[in-house]
């Protein structure tokens, strides 16, 4: 990730659905959005649009069927 992309201009959601992503990805290598979905409490319309930014501005990365983290310059704790 550049050092232009700032974290905190994230909406509250982005960080929720980032850190779901990222606590899948410790556990299991990856996230489907079935598990995301389930992980948020949000609708899958939800979680695909947090996604669709989250994606645009490298935080995740598609992977396989899934989201994977992108370069990063902080740490999330969960």
Same mark, same amino acid.
């Given at each position: &990730? %550049?050092?232009?992309? *700032?974290?905190? /201009?994230? %909406? *509250?959601? *982005?960080?929720?659905? #980032?850190? $779901?992503? /990222? %606590?899948?990805?410790?556990? %299991?290598?990856? $996230?489907? &959005?079935?598990?995301?979905?389930? /992980? ?6 939800? =979680? ?6 989250? =994606?645009?501005?490298? #935080?995740?990365? +598609?992977?396989?069927?899934? #989201?994977?983290?992108? +370069?990063?310059?902080?740490? =999330?704790? #969960?």
């Amino acid at each position: &990730m %550049s050092e232009g992309h *700032d974290v905190q /201009a994230l %909406s *509250d959601v *982005d960080i929720h659905v #980032y850190e $779901a992503v /990222a %606590s899948q990805t410790v556990e %299991s290598g990856g $996230a489907g &959005m079935d598990g995301l979905v389930r /992980a948020c409490g949000l609708t899958e319309e939800e =979680v695909r649009h947090s996604l669709t930014k989250l =994606v645009e501005h490298g #935080y995740v990365v +598609p992977r396989g069927d899934g #989201y994977g983290l992108g +370069p990063h310059t902080f740490e =999330v704790e #969960y």
